[in-house]
């Protein structure tokens, strides 16, 4: 008489019941080929009041995978931050040249090769995608139809985060925010997030959802560094008085803050070499700039970290700051980045320090 295997309802012997699949690659379909430690010293916060997990880490794909950088190293670094659980991979239709070319390469990637239920997949819509005047800002046409095309580039079913990209001066928020909420209720969209808001739009925004009784903003997308610090005093207050999550994007400053322009010079396989072009990267090289990131470095030494590494500490000190989102060309230096974890602790004096160097006024 045949046995059946109980854990895989299949015949003992046969090869799934053999070599068994993790619970979610069973789930996905794939064999999970990741590190089996993943999880052992990833911090996870929650985004505000929400029930959303994030890594203190999340990897993003803005102008490097299908922008400068290629599949070969997407799938590097992809694999690279899952191995260290980095569970959260930050798209935007916009992203890559073209456009949608970030979504396309690195939703290959995640369906083949990484279990989709373990992963936060986030994607954003404001900005040009298409000619005529459907194709950008924040109307619910334009909305609905970029999150339909995202979804298809990446081959998903749904988007965990899905934002508004940017503020949008004329198409009433009530449509925007409206949009979102049909999103999240049809299925495509888990929890709804906008980026780039200043403090009084994203007030804004939480009253009109809570007035018609629509999904919350569980995120908030802002820049902000060590060398731009305005939310700290105009959007931060309020998102912790809305118990809403806020992951940092640019952290890093594009690079400047880290090793690689502390010299002046920029490296030829640079993001500033092969993206930006002279003009750009003599606005963001500024010397007032190099002079304070030099600065920094000495603390961050004294730290024993890199600059990098201190300035992500720096922003994940905070207790209303859920994550903060890189960028990376190389799996060296997501490890570089994650070892930041290590020590988010500042004292007194280096605070008082670094306030010295970047602390501006409202």
């Known amino acids: 008489m045949m046995k059946i295997d109980p854990l895989t309802n299949l015949p003992e012997g046969h090869a799934l019941a053999t070599h068994p699949l993790s619970a979610t690659g069973i789930a996905g379909g794939i064999a999970d080929r990741s590190a089996p430690d993943r999880y052992a010293t990833m911090q996870y916060r929650r985004s505000g009041h929400s029930g959303l997990l994030l890594p203190a880490i999340s990897l993003g794909g803005w102008e490097t995978y299908g ?23 930050d798209f935007a239709n916009n992203y890559g040249t073209p ?6 390469i690195c939703g290959e990637i995640i369906r083949r090769d990484l279990p989709r239920d373990e992963l936060i997949i986030s994607s954003k819509a404001g900005y040009r995608m298409w000619p005529g005047p459907y194709g950008d800002m924040l109307s619910k046409k334009y909305l609905v139809a970029s999150c339909e095309q995202s979804l298809k580039r990446m081959g998903l079913d749904y988007f965990d985060i899905f934002y508004l990209h940017r503020t949008d001066p004329v198409t009433p928020l009530e449509e925007s925010l409206g949009a979102l909420d049909q999103l999240i209720r049809q299925g495509k969209v888990l929890y709804g997030g906008v980026s780039s ?41 309020q998102t912790e008085r809305a118990g809403t999550g806020v992951i ?8 400047l803050l880290t090793s690689k322009y502390l ?13 930006w072009g002279e003009e750009t990267t003599a606005q963001r090289l500024t010397e007032r700039d190099l002079s304070t990131v030099r600065s920094l470095n000495e603390i961050a030494k004294a730290r024993g970290q890199s600059l990098a590494q201190m300035a992500l500490a720096w922003i994940l000190r905070l207790p209303g700051v859920t994550s903060a989102l890189i960028g990376a060309s190389r799996p060296e230096q997501i490890d570089e980045n994650v070892a930041a974890l290590n020590n988010l602790s500042f ?15 409202p």
């Open 99 to 104: 456009p949608g070319s970030s979504e396309i």
């Open 263 to 275: 010299s002046g010079s920029v490296p030829a396989d640079s993001r500033a070499a092969l993206r």
């Open 248 to 255: 940092a994007f640019c952290p890093l400053a594009s690079g």
């Open 67 to 89: 922008g400068y950088r290629g599949a070969e190293v997407a799938q590097a670094c992809l694999h690279r931050a899952f191995d260290l659980g980095i569970t959260h991979f």
């Open 347 to 361: 004292s007194i004096e280096e605070l008082a320090s670094i306030d010295a160097l970047t602390k501006a006024r």
């Open 197 to 237: 808001f200043n403090g009084a739009h994203f007030a804004q925004s939480v009253r009109i959802v809570r007035e018609h009784d629509w999904a919350p903003v569980t995120i908030h997308q802002p820049y902000y560094n060590l060398l731009r610090r305005t939310i700290e005093w105009d959007l931060l207050p």
